[in-house]
Structures are given as C-alpha cells and as structure tokens.
C-alpha cells in the first residue's frame, strides 16, 4: 500500500475541488501521462459511477479508472487500471481541516491484484505520488 500526505493552505471545500474538479489543471501530464505529449487534460468526474480519464489533443480519450466513491468535501475513491494489468488498484483521498489549511491524505491499495507485478509496480508508483502531492500542494496554493 501507498500512503502520501500533503497539507494545503485553504478550506477542505476548495481543496477538495480543486483536487477533484480542477485536476487537469494542477496534474504533472508533463512528467505523468499515458498520451506523452498528446496529453491535453485529465478528468476526475464528479460523482459515483463517474470516469476518471485523460484526454489528448486530437480529442481520443483514454480511461484510467472510475470513481467508486464521491463524498465531497471529504472523500474520493477511485480505480486506476492499466492495459497490462491484471485488474485495478484503488486509490483513495480523503481531505481533513489542519490548522489553516487542510491535510490531503492518498492511500493507492490493491497492488496483491497484479499478481508477481504488484510489488514492483507499486514501488514505481510510490515516488510518483510523492510528486503529484507536491505538484498539487504548490499549485493549490499559487
């Protein structure tokens, strides 16, 4: 299991939207995409049932998860597959009041379901998130 944690200035309300909501806006598709430099967005949709999905420049999307759970402003859970993998993780964020600000808490579970991958997949992913928190924590805050 991944656990990162980030604290953001701001009420949890606007950090929770800006996470889920303005994600394409604050994600490092410069460093983490699946279309490279045909990436043009990413789209967290905003309720149970919802795709969380990228979308590139000539208008092809790819997804990468659904959302499972959508409980604004405090929780979101959602699947991240990829087309090698046995069947998806899950990665859940939660938002709690912190000072004047709010702590963003991820968990990314579920890596025992790739089978002998999981381990190394999941230490691959474990320095991206540190990365993407960081990205967002900044770009929040601006």
């Known amino acids: 299991m991944i656990r990162r944690r980030v604290v953001v200035r701001g009420p949890v309300e606007a950090v929770f939207t800006r996470f889920t909501a303005g994600i394409g806006q604050w994600w490092p598709l410069d460093q983490f995409s699946y279309g490279g430099e045909r990436s043009a967005d990413l789209v967290l ?3 149970a049932g919802g795709r969380f999905y990228e979308r590139f420049r000539d208008g092809e999307e790819h997804e990468i998860g659904r959302v499972l759970v959508y409980e604004p402003p405090h929780r979101v859970v959602f699947t991240w597959n990829q087309a ?4 998806p993780t899950q990665v859940e964020v939660r938002f ?3 000072g004047d600000g709010t702590r963003v808490e991820l968990e ?3 890596w025992d ?4 991958a ?3 997949t999941q230490r691959a992913f474990a320095g991206g998130w540190g990365v993407i928190l960081d990205r967002f924590a ?5």
């Open 118 to 120: 999981g381990a190394a």
């Open 138 to 142: 900044s770009r929040a805050e601006a």
């Open 113 to 116: 379901e790739l089978g002998e």
């Open 45 to 47: 949709e905003g309720r």
């Open 108 to 110: 990314h579970r579920g």
């Open 84 to 87: 090698n993998w046995a069947g």
């Open 96 to 98: 709690f009041p912190e």
